[in-house]
């Protein structure tokens, strides 16, 4: 007997570029029935704002909308909350597709989608145009080569962790700077890695600002932004 469930979807849709997004996921976004998009608690949907172009107007929108906390809790129970009303579309045999800011399984909150819906239900993952991909390009810096090791940092962890990591990686991108700027900007001041970083936000985007990382004024970092040291600057060069 065939599964007349619908199937899940996370589509990874670029980093904000509108051509940036994936053939597979621009044909999935116009048939879909169901999309659904994280957002926050208050304010637009990046997600959907990428997508909006291609969305048909007809389709049932679920809005995703999580509380910013640092705890596990609020977030687990609002996963679970909308984890069950997705589940309900796909019972009802409509595919629904979640649309994921760059690539989903790259600190993509679909997958916390996919960790509760994939054992019972047909999950399908769309990689898209990941945000790493697209600051490097605009920045015109490349990432690695031959056997550097690239390490993929996010800004909010603890200081003296993050200076050993950049201490023993051949480059690296810092993510989700936003409110942890002064500390990423001391941190790479601590080993003299600040005079070559690049800071890059909203890539790709209309509002996109690149420039050297010493020029960023204090707690001027959106969420959407990011930090590159390259080959050459850290570690062993
Ligand atoms: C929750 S992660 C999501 C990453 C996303 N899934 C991806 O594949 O790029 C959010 C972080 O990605 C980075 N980011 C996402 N889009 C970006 C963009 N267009 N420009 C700069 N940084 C971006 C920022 O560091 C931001 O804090």
């Known amino acids: 007997m065939t599964d007349q469930r619908g199937v899940l979807y996370g589509l990874g849709i670029g980093p904000g570029d509108q051509e940036l997004i994936t053939l597979k996921a621009f044909r999935i976004l116009q048939s879909v029935p169901v999309v659904a998009y994280p957002a926050p608690e208050v304010g637009d949907s990046l997600a959907r704002s990428i997508a909006a172009p291609h969305l048909s107007g007809e389709q049932t929108e679920i809005v995703i909308r999580m509380p910013m906390t640092p705890g596990n809790f609020p977030a687990n129970d609002a996963y679970d909350r909308y984890g069950t009303e997705i589940a309900g579309h796909l019972d009802a045999g409509r595919?629904?597709?979640?649309?994921?800011?760059?690539?989903?399984?790259?600190?993509?909150?679909?997958?916390?989608?996919?960790?509760?819906?994939?054992?019972?239900?047909?999950?399908?993952?769309?990689?898209?145009?990941?945000?790493?991909?697209?600051?490097?390009?605009?920045?015109?810096?490349?990432?690695?080569?031959?056997?550097?090791?690239?390490?993929?940092?996010?800004?909010?962890?603890?200081?003296?962790?993050?200076?050993?990591?950049?201490?023993?990686?051949?480059?690296?991108?810092?993510?989700?700077?936003?409110?942890?700027?002064?500390?990423?900007?001391?941190?790479?001041?601590?080993?003299?890695?600040?005079?070559?970083?690049?800071?890059?936000?909203?890539?790709?985007?209309?509002?996109?600002k690149i420039m050297p990382l010493s020029e960023v004024p204090a707690d001027a970092a959106p969420y959407f932004s990011m930090v590159l040291v390259c080959p050459g600057e850290v570690g062993g060069g």
């Open 95 to 208: 595919d629904v597709a979640v649309l994921c800011e760059g690539d989903p399984f790259l600190y993509g909150s679909f997958m916390y989608m996919y960790q509760r819906l994939s054992g019972e239900y047909r999950a399908e993952v769309v990689p898209g145009v990941s945000s790493l991909g697209a600051v490097a390009a605009v920045a015109g810096r490349p990432l690695v080569s031959r056997n550097q090791v690239l390490s993929i940092l996010p800004a909010p962890m603890d200081e003296e962790e993050l200076e050993q990591q950049l201490a023993k990686t051949d480059a690296a991108a810092i993510m989700k700077v936003g409110r942890h700027l002064e500390k990423v900007k001391r941190v790479l001041a601590r080993l003299g890695l600040d005079g070559g970083a690049t800071y890059v936000e909203h890539a790709s985007m209309p509002n996109q």
